[in-house]
């Protein structure tokens, strides 16, 4: 699914993510929402096969890290099945960067066509390939999390949203970035 030529230059290190304070389990819990959110934004974006996301994980050397987590990959769940501990925020930190800079044409793609929307006073989901992320996204959340309160609005925002994020996740150092960010919205 992933030619070699579409793979980062150089991988990251889960040393590169350093943690100066112990978390508590309130900001473990917010963590672990928001990493939930970031892989259905990938999962919408392009299918994620539980093989090619194994591979990932050992090329990136966090396999054994993320092994439950790359089981439970493929089975649709309302709820989370808890709280991610810092090592496996961690591996996903690095294989979410991984996922989110081979895919950054297609990040780019829909953040141009939003833009186009934008711009011509319409809805995003009055272009196509948003329409389908959209859709994507939201099946896939409300199959893996459920829809609480939020509208379809509010999702659709946060599906958008989620595309600004994995431009910057998929960036050199985007790893870091995400780190830093999971860190300070957990505050």
């Known amino acids: 699914?992933?030619?070699?030529?579409?793979?980062?230059?150089?991988?990251?290190?889960?040393?590169?993510?350093?943690?100066?304070?112990?978390?508590?389990?309130?900001?473990?819990?917010?963590?672990?929402?928001?990493?939930?959110?970031?892989?259905?934004?990938?999962?919408?974006l392009t299918p994620l096969d539980p093989s090619e996301l194994r591979k990932i994980a050992q090329e990136l050397q966090v396999e054994p890290i993320v092994s439950d987590w790359l089981d439970d990959w493929s089975i649709d769940r309302v709820g989370s099945h808890g709280e991610y501990n810092i090592q496996q925020i961690r591996a996903l930190v690095l294989i979410f960067h991984y996922l989110a800079r081979v895919h950054q044409p297609l990040v780019r793609r829909n953040i141009n066509y939003w833009q186009e929307t934008i711009q011509a006073d319409r809805l995003p989901i009055q272009s196509?390939?948003?329409?389908?992320?959209?859709?994507?996204?939201?099946?896939?959340?409300?199959?893996?999390?459920?829809?609480?309160?939020?509208?379809?609005?509010?999702?659709?925002?946060?599906?958008?949203?989620?595309?600004?994020?994995?431009?910057?996740?998929?960036?050199?150092?985007?790893?870091?970035?995400?780190w830093t960010a999971l860190l300070q919205r957990s505050q």
């Open 1 to 44: 699914m992933f030619s070699r030529e579409m793979m980062p230059a150089s991988t990251p290190k889960l040393d590169d993510l350093l943690l100066t304070a112990k978390l508590d389990p309130s900001q473990l819990q917010r963590i672990t929402a928001e990493l939930d959110a970031i892989s259905i934004a990938i999962a919408a």
């Open 128 to 178: 196509p390939p948003l329409a389908d992320y959209i859709g994507n996204f939201i099946t896939i959340y409300q199959a893996r999390i459920g829809t609480g309160n939020l509208s379809f609005e509010e999702l659709a925002q946060t599906a958008l949203n989620l595309q600004i994020g994995l431009l910057f996740y998929g960036s050199p150092n985007g790893h870091q970035r995400l």
